[in-house]
C-alpha cells in the first residue's frame, strides 16, 4: 500500500518562499513513474484544489493562481515529488498535499504552509 508524506510547509511573509516534498513509500519505480502526480491544497471551509501537476516525462501544468509562482518537479528515482512556492501570499494558506491526479492513493496527513501579510 503506497502512503504518501509530505513535508516542508511553515509560516512564511509574503513574497517568501518555501519548497514542499512528497515522499510515495512502498511505491515501486514503475507505479510511481507511471503515474501523473500532482499537488492539492485545502484551505479552510474550502474544497480540496489541485493546483499543479505533472507526468511521468516531467510535462507539467498549473491552475492560474499559482501559474509563474510555483514549479512541480520530481525525481523517479526516488519516488518523490516536488513543489517549488515563489512569491508566497496570504491566499496560498492551506494544508498541502499530493496524490496522482485522480487521488487514487490513500490522502497522507499534508503539510501546512501559512502566509502572513
Known amino acids: 500500500q503506497v502512503q504518501l508524506v509530505e513535508s516542508g510547509g511553515g509560516l512564511v511573509q509574503t513574497g517568501e518562499s518555501l519548497r514542499l516534498s512528497c515522499a510515495a513509500s512502498?511505491?515501486?519505480?514503475?507505479?510511481?513513474?507511471?503515474?501523473?502526480m500532482g499537488w492539492y491544497r485545502q484551505a479552510p471551509g474550502k474544497q480540496r484544489e489541485l493546483v499543479a501537476s505533472?507526468?511521468?516525462?516531467?510535462?507539467?501544468n498549473y491552475a492560474d493562481s499559482v501559474k509563474g509562482r510555483f514549479t512541480i518537479s520530481r525525481d523517479n528515482a526516488k519516488n518523490t515529488v516536488y513543489l517549488q512556492m515563489n512569491s508566497l501570499k496570504p491566499e496560498d494558506t492551506a494544508v498541502y498535499y499530493c496524490?496522482?491526479?485522480?487521488?487514487?492513493?490513500?490522502w497522507g496527513q499534508g503539510t501546512q504552509v501559512t502566509v502572513s501579510s
Open positions: 512502498a511505491a515501486s519505480g514503475m507505479i510511481f513513474r507511471i503515474n501523473v
Open positions: 505533472i507526468t511521468g516525462g516531467g510535462n507539467t
Open positions: 496524490n496522482t491526479v485522480t487521488a487514487f492513493w490513500a
